[in-house]
């Protein structure tokens, strides 16, 4: 019968043998490290109060100066619809298939009204008919309920436009390649 010294930790209730003692320790001296460098850091609380969209600091689709994404759609109309929509919160946007959707937007002021978008970018030309824009609007009942209503009819087209004119400024910035 071996009669191997033993180390019982009672507060992780682990026992071991004198021989792993020093690993045990070692390895409870990292986890007492790792949880105390998690308690202070070196966060800048202005940053913390700014919103971010991860999904507008980069363009992880675009070819450098190509006009064409991965996916075979037009980089420059991707971007500046981006660029465009950023005032609103995104839900998901795929550079590779072209589509862009915004979660709900509130304008401010308005509390009974709220809108979202939907971009496909469907072309690798940067044309106007490789862009298809289509918004949704609610309103707010009595009851709190939201209900779909029709967007006024220039809104959807003010939307397009505005995409189109910051696309053909960045390929303009770019450089007038095509």
Excluded at 37 to 47: E, I, V
Excluded at 86 to 107: E, H, K, R
Excluded at 154 to 175: M, V
Aim: glycine content about 10%; some cysteine; proline content about 4%.
């Amino acid at each position: 019968m071996s009669l191997t010294p033993r180390l019982c930790l009672s507060s992780l209730s682990l026992c071991v043998t004198q021989d792993r003692r020093v690993r045990a320790l070692s390895l409870l001296a990292v986890m007492a490290l790792g949880g105390l460098s998690a308690c202070g850091g070196s966060r800048d609380p202005s940053a913390l109060s700014q919103p971010r969209n991860h999904l507008l600091g980069v363009d992880r689709g675009a070819q450098g100066g190509s006009d064409q994404l991965r996916g075979g759609v037009n980089a420059y109309l991707w971007r500046g619809a981006i660029d465009t929509l950023s005032f609103m919160p995104m839900s998901s946007a795929d550079a590779a298939g072209g589509v862009i959707l915004t979660d709900w937007y509130q304008p401010p002021g308005s509390t009974d009204e709220r809108f979202k978008i939907a971009a496909y970018v469907l072309d690798r030309r940067l044309r106007s008919d490789a862009l298809r824009v289509t918004i949704f609007r609610q309103t707010r009942l009595n009851g709190g309920e939201w209900q779909d209503t029709p967007v006024a009819p220039n809104t959807t087209s003010d939307i397009t436009a505005r995409i189109l004119e910051r696309a053909r400024q960045l390929r303009a910035e770019n450089g007038g390649k095509k």
